[in-house]
């Protein structure tokens, strides 16, 4: 470090003792020690950075934060995106989408089945995200696991046939795709309306993209967004993806996260899928998730 940095960090705050864990023969890794609750000097958020990319899911343990701090913090890696279903962000708080299957007054207070389908935040858009933050409010006491798979790791083990199959070609991505097919019991879903669906025209990305920041490439196609591959007949775009999604979530890819009182999870969408493993419904589980912005993906 040098010596500008250092003062520069006691400037911005202290420097906190934290560690950084990674998942024994997995993608992720823990943060223990590190309150986000307080200032993060721009020493140690340049290790949260390198983590980030390193590790591509962080697990933040026991963060006693607030709307207001978890969306200052997910600024400082971007631009906070606002997700098109208006009925479930956070009053006054609109950076944040509630995560949830609690229903008051008949009404679900956020979107219940949020990550039903394997699926990176926001591929829907020109612009996907970068990562996304998901902060435990209330857990069940049994389920409501998310699961990651690195999709890195997918493109470097994918067999020569299936990589040159789709080196250089382009998918349709939209956010109607399974939008009303429901997996669990409950149908939280909203009519969208015509502002809503304006907002969420299909877009064409690279189905093998390459991480902005590290140069990393990584399969980008998910059964939750993907429709199809451009260029090809119905026939053989469909089996051709359902090749790509069973290789992308292989066992050995994956992390399941288990959810403990007041984690906060961060990911990258440029190279992991995730998926929402689901919970009893009588069982309470909300979360609040803000977005950051990416790149076009290339
Ligand atoms: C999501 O896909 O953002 C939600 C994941 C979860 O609820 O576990």
Redesign the pocket.
């Known amino acids: 470090m040098s010596l500008a940095s250092v003062s520069l960090a006691a400037s911005e705050g202290a420097a906190q003792a934290f560690e950084v864990r990674p998942f024994a023969g997995r993608v992720g890794a823990e943060i223990i020690g590190l309150d986000l609750s307080k200032p993060v000097n721009s020493v140690d958020f340049a290790r949260i950075h390198r983590a980030h990319l390193d590790h591509h899911v962080l697990v933040f343990r026991d963060q006693r934060i607030t709307p207001e701090q978890q969306i200052a913090f997910s600024r400082r890696f971007g631009v906070l995106q606002i997700h098109v279903l208006k009925q479930f962000l956070l009053t006054g708080h609109p950076e944040i989408l509630i995560?949830s299957n609690i229903i008051e007054n008949g009404q679900s207070i956020g979107l219940g089945d949020?990550?039903k389908f394997w699926?990176s935040?926001l591929s829907y858009k020109e612009l996907p995200s970068l990562g996304?933050m998901?902060h435990a409010q209330e857990l069940p006491s049994e389920g409501?696991?998310?699961l990651f798979a690195d999709q890195h790791k997918a493109w470097d083990s994918l067999p020569e046939a299936l990589r040159k199959a789709v080196e250089g070609r382009s998918a349709a991505h939209s956010y109607t795709a399974r939008y009303s097919e429901t997996k669990f019991e409950g149908n939280w879903r909203p009519t969208l309306t015509a502002e809503q669906l304006a907002q969420v025209n299909e877009v064409i990305h690279p189905v093998v993209r390459k991480h902005p920041e590290t140069g990393r490439k990584a399969l980008f196609v998910s059964e939750g967004f993907t429709t199809r591959i451009v260029g090809l007949p119905e026939d053989e775009s469909r089996p051709l993806l359902a090749e790509l999604y069973a290789h992308s979530i292989r066992e050995e890819n994956i992390y399941r996260h288990q959810w403990q009182p007041h984690d906060l999870v961060f990911w990258d969408n440029r190279s992991l899928i995730?998926?929402?493993?689901g919970c009893p419904n009588h069982l309470r589980?909300k979360?609040f998730?803000t977005t950051i912005q990416g790149d076009a993906p290339f």
């Open positions: 995560v949020a990550g699926h935040d996304s998901l409501g696991d998310t995730h998926l929402a493993a589980r979360l998730r």
